[in-house]
């Protein structure tokens, strides 16, 4: 659809890349929220709110939301995909659709919570991709080829 665009996440604990369709990656940031305390307000995000670790006065704390490729603050990491879906898409008439990226040991618990992190930041739909089969795709591998599945190497004894 011409409306709509298509963008890929991969919200990692150390960094939050994203894929935009026909474009490459637009963004690569760390995965860190900084929030004002007293009033909850989200004073920036990603890179610049990194630079606020450790050097923030008491009313403001640089959080990171995730934790082992999890959502640990569903609040933050909520707040934190709606402004990085804003930075690469700006203002939009229609939502995107987002392909997200989970580790492959994901309990469902966790699967609904970085489906609902995504909607609620703006997705139109949520679809998501265990990492190691994100991996290959990126790497070029085709994930249906039949030597992707080959035997280990009776020969050499190794897998």
């Known amino acids: 659809m011409v409306f709509s665009s298509d963008i890929g996440i991969d919200l990692g604990t150390a960094s939050v890349l994203v894929y935009v369709k026909g474009k490459g990656i637009v963004l690569n940031e760390p995965s860190v929220v900084a929030v ?5 307000k989200i004073l920036s995000v990603g890179e610049s709110a990194q630079k606020m670790l450790g ?15 999890v959502i640990s603050d ?3 990491t909520e707040r934190m995909i709606k402004e990085f879906i804003r930075k690469v898409m700006g203002f939009r008439l229609f ?5 997200m990226c989970v580790p ?3 309990t469902e618990v966790e699967e609904r919570a970085v489906i609902d992190a ?7 739909r949520v679809f998501l991709v265990e990492e190691p089969l ?5 790497a070029g591998i085709d994930r249906f080829a039949a030597h992707v599945y080959r035997d280990f190497d009776r020969s050499a004894g190794s897998l």
């Open 95 to 99: 939502k995107p659709n987002v392909v």
């Open 74 to 76: 569903y609040e933050m």
């Open 134 to 138: 994100a991996a290959a795709i990126g």
């Open 118 to 124: 995504g909607t609620q930041a703006g997705a139109k």
């Open 36 to 40: 004002d305390k007293q009033t909850g």
């Open 55 to 69: 050097r923030t006065p008491g009313n403001i704390v640089a959080i990171r939301p995730m934790r082992e490729g």
């Open 104 to 106: 492959s040991i994901i």
